[in-house]
Every structure is written in structure tokens, then in C-alpha cells.
């Protein structure tokens, strides 16, 4: 049977509960991590579903504490707890008719708005076919590292 020990620090008053794996390796977990996070096994740093016709409106998010409105079609997705630096992955997808169009769907993200920063990413959203950025209903980025 797999044992869990325990070393307390003493300045702390959390309660932590575990339960033991069926394993038969040793191992130790430092809770905070040294990213400052409580678990590291899941690769997505952060997420966010919003609207963003009119007045932006997060749906649901993970790790995201805003988004900011830079214009039609372009957004800043704002982290609440910054990366450890730029080398992160991200997807974006949009779809939702914008007020300029009616009844279909597209993303892409277009060159040039394109903005990383440890703390949020900036970007534009809108039809590739003519280059132009578009407001959209449902926007989902994804933040990988």
C-alpha cells in the first residue's frame, strides 16, 4: 500500500487533502510549484470564451482576468496570472456573424495584430478573405506552454 508523509510548514494554516495513488515509486510534491502553480500536468496555462460584439463579455476562462476592446476585431486577452515569459503556444477561433455581415462563420487570426506579452496576449480576429478584422460573437483563445 502506498504511504503518503507529510512535513508541515509552520507559518502556513491550509489544509491540504490527498489521496494516495496505487504506486509503488516514491515521489515528492512541493506545493506551491516553482511556477507558482498547484499542479503542472496540464499544458494549458490559460483559456477564455467571450463575446465580442458590442461590450466584450467573458463567458467562461481559466487564468484569464480580462479582455480589453482595441478596436473591431481586435482584442488583448489579459492573464491574471502572468507566464514566466513569451515562448507560449495559443489557438484562437472565432465565429458569430458581425454587425457589417449575416448568418456565417469564420476566424482567422490576422497577420500583423499579433502581440505576446508574459502577462496577455494581443490579436485580431476577422475574415481572411479580405484582410479586414470583424467583431464576433464567440471568440475562444487558448494559452499552451
Do not use: H
Request: glycine share 12%; aromatic share 8%; net charge neutral.
Amino acid at each position: 500500500m502506498s504511504k503518503i508523509a507529510l512535513a508541515p510548514n509552520g507559518s502556513g494554516t491550509g489544509t491540504f487533502t490527498l489521496a494516495s495513488p496505487n504506486s509503488n515509486t516514491n515521489r515528492t510534491i512541493t506545493l506551491p510549484d516553482s511556477d507558482g502553480e498547484l499542479l503542472t500536468s496540464s499544458p494549458i496555462k490559460a483559456w477564455v470564451n467571450f463575446n465580442g460584439l458590442g461590450t466584450v463579455a467573458i463567458k467562461a476562462s481559466v487564468n484569464v482576468s480580462s479582455v480589453t476592446d482595441l478596436g473591431v476585431g481586435r482584442y488583448r486577452v489579459n492573464f491574471t496570472t502572468g507566464l514566466a515569459d513569451v515562448n507560449f503556444a495559443y489557438s484562437i477561433q472565432g465565429s458569430g456573424a458581425s454587425p457589417s455581415t449575416t448568418g456565417f462563420s469564420y476566424c482567422a487570426e490576422l497577420q500583423g495584430y499579433t502581440t505576446k506579452a508574459a502577462g496577455s496576449l494581443s490579436f485580431g480576429i476577422g475574415y481572411p478573405a479580405d484582410n479586414a478584422t470583424k467583431d464576433l460573437s464567440d471568440i475562444t483563445v487558448i494559452i499552451v506552454r
